[in-house]
């Protein structure tokens, strides 16, 4: 089968987690009957798909089935192109209006016609997928005239592999000694950037945040703020080239986020072993448990409480740890490759 998977902005979206979605995914399918196409357009550069028109062989790849993670103009011309020529269409529900809050600055005034034009936008499609029944759920209040699948993003494991050898590495690069409280991923006032430098404000630890971070014009406040003048003990490393040194050299993971389809960093860290702490969100119940394989917080109070339980006690850290891997072998690659072929078996025979 040739399937199109594709990721509108690659580029510009490589160090995101859609990005790292897209790329787990193409990974996934490599070992299937799948044969996967990352660009839709008929050639390799502007040049061949040029020349395709001019043969008459027209702008698009020809696919049996296209996937799309993004919903911007080239998805857009991707899903009316399915449509025209009755390829089936995937559209992957990693945006949601509840989960782009919080982002950007002046995001909030797009909050209405955002959840318009997604409503329309995935009921474009012969199937939607949703990272979590969470996520599904949301997108049947819009709601979306579509099939939703729920299929965990899945981490891969073989991308940590080796993390604890970067951890001393990434210690004295940073300067930080005794027990580090961290989080990883871009700087976001919905990620929980407030209360992670609050946290620290209230607790005796070093706080590293591991991410990029943009403090130009579309920067929220909250952003500039904490940034240009952070808490004492607290780190904004900016992108680091290596993830593995970031869940190296921290002891604590910490992520009060407030909106999540699944937070696939929650399960980067789970893989590499950490003891994580996280928001008591109804997305992480339905995938972690709490004081099994992680503590959920829903207060500062709650969070310090947790922080200096783990920081107190290396074993509860370590059997957290340790459940926490458990939970991400759970959601290897092998899981989401053969369940991802599945959707798109079920939807070219369905043609």
């Known amino acids: 089968m040739r399937a199109l998977n594709y990721l509108e902005l690659a580029g510009p979206l490589e160090r995101s987690g859609i990005a790292t979605a897209a790329r787990q995914q193409h990974a996934a399918l490599a070992p299937t009957d799948v044969a996967v196409r990352t660009r839709p357009w008929a050639g390799d550069d502007p040049l061949d798909t040029a020349l395709s028109v001019a043969r008459g062989d ?15 103009p080239g998805s857009v ?75 965990t993003n899945g981490v891969d494991l073989d991308s940590l592999a080796g993390v604890e050898e970067f951890r001393e590495p990434y210690r004295e690069r940073f300067d930080l000694e005794g027990t580090v409280v961290f989080t990883v991923g871009n700087v976001f006032e919905r990620k929980g950037l407030t209360t992670f430098c609050e946290l620290a404000q209230r607790t005796e630890y070093e706080f590293v945040w591991f991410g990029p971070y943009d403090t130009g014009p579309h920067a929220s406040e909250s952003v500039k703020r904490w940034v240009n003048d952070p808490p004492e003990s607290v780190t904004f490393t ?21 909106s999540e389809t699944q937070g696939l960093v929650a399960l980067e860290a789970m893989a590499c072993g950490k003891a994580c702490v996280l928001s008591d969100l109804p997305v992480f119940r339905e995938y972690f448990t709490d004081g099994e394989d992680c503590l959920l917080c829903g207060s500062e109070a709650e969070y310090v409480d947790a922080i200096d339980r783990l920081a107190a006690d290396p074993e509860l850290r370590a059997e957290l740890g340790a459940n926490a891997r458990e939970t991400a072998r759970e959601h290897s690659l092998d899981r989401v490759g053969a369940e991802l072929a599945d959707v798109y078996h079920d939807l070219v025979e369905a043609t």
Do not use: Q
Request: hydrophobic residues 45%; aromatic residues 12%; contains cysteine.
């Open 77 to 151: 011309a991707v899903a009316r192109h399915a449509r025209r020529t009755d390829t089936p269409l995937v559209l992957h529900a990693h945006t949601l209006r509840e989960n782009t809050m919080g982002s950007w600055r002046g995001v909030e005034l797009l909050a209405d016609p955002l959840e318009r034009y997604l409503r329309w936008f995935y009921s474009l499609a012969d199937r939607v997928i949703a990272p979590s029944t969470y996520a599904k759920e949301r997108l049947e209040t819009y709601p979306i005239d579509a099939p939703i699948d729920v299929l």
């Open 238 to 258: 900016g992108w680091v080239e290596d993830k593995r040194g970031a869940f190296g050299a921290g002891d604590v993971f910490v992520f009060p986020t407030k």
């Open 58 to 72: 027209g702008v698009f790849a020809d696919v049996d089935l296209a996937h799309c993670h993004l919903f911007g």
